[in-house]
């Protein structure tokens, strides 16, 4: 994988693009380009301020990124001059799936929703995809004409497991829906954690 030419692909594209800081939900952005110093980005609806660290996530060429980076300056120039550019720099923690790949999951791991009626949904297999999992809860992506959609504000349960540790169901509330090119990218709240070490266990483990 070669992280600068997929965000100059990207760039040239004026790909689309989700970006998260710790704690708030997804909020919609747009690769401009590519500099030097970094990669300028728009986003919509907030305002940021050097040094905040984010999450962003973007889908090219059927494949699914995802990497982390610090705000360096606002205010940055871009064509649109209604809207403010982003400089983000010390970009690292890359992710990658395909979004027609079998998604190899380690035996006895298990994210999954439990919705009131019909069967689990599963975070973890083909064609939904776990963005990220954290103790304070966790996002996912289907693709537009996934049969379920899940509504904002809503409460769904989640249940997590893994081999030697005994599961756990956590009732989450959807906190935020972004919708795009093909997909749906939704953040869900946990709420209510009964038992906070076997969950932060479960995390542990299922993150590694």
């Known amino acids: 994988m070669d992280p600068r030419r997929i965000l100059e692909e990207a760039a040239q594209n004026r790909q689309?693009?989700?970006?998260?800081?710790?704690?708030?939900?997804?909020?919609?952005?747009?690769?401009?380009?590519?500099?030097?110093?970094?990669?300028?980005?728009?986003?919509?609806?907030?305002?940021?301020?050097?040094?905040?660290?984010?999450?962003?996530?973007?889908?090219?060429?059927?494949?699914?990124?995802?990497?982390?980076?610090?705000?360096?300056?606002?205010?940055?120039?871009?064509?649109?001059?209604?809207?403010?550019?982003?400089l983000l720099g010390f970009i690292d923690n890359w992710t990658i799936s395909e979004t027609d790949s079998q998604t190899h999951?380690?035996?006895?791991?298990?994210?999954?929703?439990?919705?009131?009626?019909?069967?689990?949904?599963?975070?973890?297999?083909?064609?939904?995809?776990?963005v990220e999992l954290a103790i304070d809860g966790l996002s996912f992506s289907v693709p537009d004409d996934f049969k379920l959609i899940f509504v904002e504000s809503g409460s769904i349960t989640v249940r997590m497991a893994v081999s030697g540790v005994a599961p756990i169901d956590i009732q989450a509330r959807v906190g935020d829906l972004s919708a795009g090119e093909g997909y749906r990218l939704y953040g869900l709240y946990f709420e209510g954690v009964e038992d906070g070490d076997r969950h932060r266990e479960l995390v542990d483990h299922l993150t590694r």
Request: charged fraction near 25%.
């Open 105 to 130: 999951t380690p035996d006895g791991h298990v994210v999954e929703l439990v919705p009131a009626n019909g069967p689990a949904i599963s975070l973890l297999k083909d064609p939904v995809r776990l």
């Open 16 to 86: 689309a693009c989700e970006i998260q800081v710790r704690g708030e939900g997804w909020i919609r952005g747009q690769v401009v380009r590519v500099e030097r110093g970094g990669l300028v980005i728009t986003a919509q609806d907030r305002r940021f301020v050097g040094g905040e660290d984010l999450r962003v996530w973007l889908a090219l060429d059927a494949k699914y990124y995802t990497f982390h980076a610090s705000v360096i300056r606002s205010g940055v120039p871009v064509p649109e001059r209604s809207q403010d550019g982003l």
